[in-house]
């Protein structure tokens, strides 16, 4: 069974750093891209970045573009997320997710999220 | 930017038809994906490239993309079916997901 994990979440001042991870297994995370995805509190669905299955091209958001990194380790089968610079507005449930054919870019397994809350 | 377009809320009859519409200019020109989200829960894909359904999603689940609207239809409506159902797109090197929308069964 396909399953993500994601930790890392946390309170963080405004400014400050944070990085979440996302543990997969049950399946062959190198032949996926992979997506993070945010949700504010009582709000819509945010794209925030993708790494394709090799992690040789990486796409960001506007809104977190130059403020974060997203990596991962194939070895390790672990997705990353480095947050920096975070702001009230980055206040969310981080998802991390599995895209099966990045042409399309759906989105076939979702982790149960870990929150983060930027908050003096 | 690119941008999705979603009612805000719609209801069915317990076992009735709803349908939920993502509109944007165009969008017949490109894969929209659909999925579920109930509270507390992280979301759960239920049609994917415009009218496929990932294994485990009932056939009452069906969509259809053209022109200016996708719909995303919903068959016999039953209470488990209440939650929020966003569309979403990936386009020049971008995912946007539409605002979403509550579906509430009667």
């Known amino acids: 069974e396909e399953q993500l994990v994601e930790s890392g979440g946390g309170l963080v001042k405004p400014g400050g750093s944070l990085r979440l991870s996302c543990a997969a297994s049950g399946f062959t995370f190198n032949n996926y891209t992979m997506n993070w995805v945010r949700q504010a509190p009582g709000k819509g669905l945010e794209w925030v970045s993708s790494?394709?299955?090799?992690?040789?091209?990486?796409y960001y958001a506007d809104s977190v573009k130059g403020r974060s990194t997203i990596s991962r380790d194939n070895a390790k089968n672990s997705l990353y997320l480095q947050m920096s610079s975070l702001r009230a507005a980055d206040t969310a449930v981080y998802y991390c997710?599995?895209?099966?054919?990045?042409?399309?870019?759906?989105?076939?397994?979702w982790g149960q999220g870990t929150l983060v809350t930027v908050s003096s | 930017s690119y941008e999705l377009t979603q009612p805000l809320s719609v209801s069915v009859a317990l076992g009735q038809t709803a349908s939920i519409t993502c509109g944007r200019n165009n969008i017949g020109s490109k894969n929209v994906h659909w999925y579920q989200q109930k509270p507390g829960q992280a979301p759960v894909l239920v049609i994917y490239r415009d009218s496929n359904r990932p294994s485990g999603i009932p056939e009452r689940f069906s969509g259809s993309n053209s022109g200016n609207t996708a719909t995303l239809t919903i068959s016999r409506a039953q209470a488990g079916d209440e939650a929020d159902y966003y569309c979403q797109v990936w386009d020049s090197s971008t995912d946007v997901f539409g605002g979403g929308t509550k579906l509430t069964v009667l």
């Open positions: 997710a599995t895209v099966p054919d990045f042409w399309s870019g759906y989105m076939s397994t």
């Open positions: 790494i394709t299955d090799s992690g040789t091209f990486t």
